[in-house]
């Protein structure tokens, strides 16, 4: 069977699975547990200001993906509340 045509039956089978009810296989394999930031202050920095309420976390992640055991990196991520919840941006629009 072609490629093209394993994929069209499975998306059929998988949009009918779905029509029905029923629960749908994924074939990507379980991974690890998703990691929870812990949201805190912000480090000041020299030379920069830093807005009220930003807040900052820092995630340790291995530097690649296929070596999990391997040198990691640390990947800083911050995020500002908004007292206008219409009016955020980015992709943390669910509510904090």
Do not use: I, Y
Not at 50 to 76: I, K, M, S, Y
């Amino acid at each position: 069977m072609q490629n093209w045509t394993r994929k069209a039956l499975l998306l059929t089978v998988s949009a009918a699975a779905a029509a029905a009810g029923a629960p749908v296989a994924h074939s990507r394999p379980a991974g690890p547990a998703t990691p929870r930031l812990s949201w805190g202050p912000c480090d000041p920095v020299p030379g920069t200001v830093v807005p009220a309420g930003q807040q900052c976390a820092t995630l340790r992640v291995p530097l690649d993906h296929r070596v999990p055991g391997g040198p990691t990196v640390d990947v800083a991520f911050t995020r500002l509340p908004t007292d206008r919840p219409e009016a955020r941006r980015g992709w943390g629009t669910a509510g904090w």
